[in-house]
């Protein structure tokens, strides 16, 4: 019965809690919670409601960073009083890229790691600038005792706080469960509200890719970033918004690890392709949109003889379900028998495609390295393919053809539903309705 069910107050600033706190996390007095039923005055008293027209609208007021790039993915910079995760594998670059964020800004911050002491802290700021570089408000506090977090956050009241990693901050001596995270990270979104302070938590990922200690945070927090590389050897560091309640998500920037930092790469269109120009067998370009930019990609394919009793089909960078599904395609309107293959499905340059349009030119890969025919370096494709092989229109197609003019390419296979606004002089437009016709055109 809903009369029965209690909740606890802290008297003094109010903080709310499902359980009997001996100390308010919030504002740390001691023993100032008091058990309320549900359905009591005090709990009515505190329950506000408004009509919509008497609520006066005010813009999300932003911080603008110097790095454009990340501004972009964030759509204009941090918004005041939001929480924000920044999630990666260990050693990506995540407190390299918020260090860099902390020196080029005119704010007080407020830098906890709980990872390294002052001394590695400050080496790092070092190495990321000259000496006398520095935002002279960046306070740094190497503990990892969320209840002295919470004191020195009501000391300093600063305008960002930086925690690196949220996984390393215990509360109650219980260091990594996700209930435990789950109540830091709110705590933390209440102070980040009230306070009007912008938070961004860096986050690391485990092997299964999931934001470790858990997706629960992905629930709490305003904005999420995620930071990859899926391919160590490449020097590009790519992040993605999955998620943003101040802007658009799929927003992608991609960083290169140098000696001093990140730096923001800001004209994608080609660097994902190899620069040479030789044909090789099962390497295609397809052109894509990641968030608002339209990027040309490598694809390399291999089809060969089965290993095993039962064929297995390999993707690093693309959904590999949707790899399968694209073979299913392959074996029944191409009439090609690639099932009975192994097939290894390569995205150069680190990068994970979210984008299906990059299905046409993967399934242009898989049959050039099974039929051993070359297709033209000069060539790119785009569409989605539908599960009856046909190829469905891209919106806004003049942006892909564009790109792909700009980079010197002389053909494009498209899906002949397309919408094209414009004549293009430059370069060959080829249209088909359904995988079928790729055959005819390319590999017959
Ligand atoms: P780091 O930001 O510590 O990663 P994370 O916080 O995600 O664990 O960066 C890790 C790697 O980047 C580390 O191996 C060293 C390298 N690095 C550079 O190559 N150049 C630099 O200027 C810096 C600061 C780091
Ligand atoms: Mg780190």
New binding site residues.
Partial sequence: MIGNKKNFFCEKCNYKSFKWLGKCPYCMAWNTFKAVNINNDHYKSSIEYYNINDIKYSENKRIVLHDMELNRVLGGGIVEGSISLIA????????????QLCININKTILYISG?ENIYQIKN?FV??KDKNFLNQEIIVFADNNFENVIQIINKLMPNIIVV??IQTLYYNDNLGSINQLKYIANVLMNMAKKNNIAIIL?G?INKEGIIAGPKVLEHIVDVVLL?ENSNNNFPYRIIKSLKNRFGKTSELAVYK??????VPISNLSSIFLSKSNKEIVGNVVVIIQEGLQTILIGVESLVSNTRYNASQNFAIGYNYKRINMLIAVIEKFCKISVNSKDVYVNITGGINITDNSADLGIICSIISSYKNIPISRKLCLTGEISLSGEVKEVIDIDKYIVTAIKSGFKTIIVSSYNNIQSYYDDIEIILINNVSELINVLFI
């Fill in positions: 990666g594998d260990p050693g990506i670059g995540k407190s390299t890229l918020i260090m990872e790092r190495r990321l690196d990693s860096i690391h930071f690890m140098e000696n001093k930092g990140l």
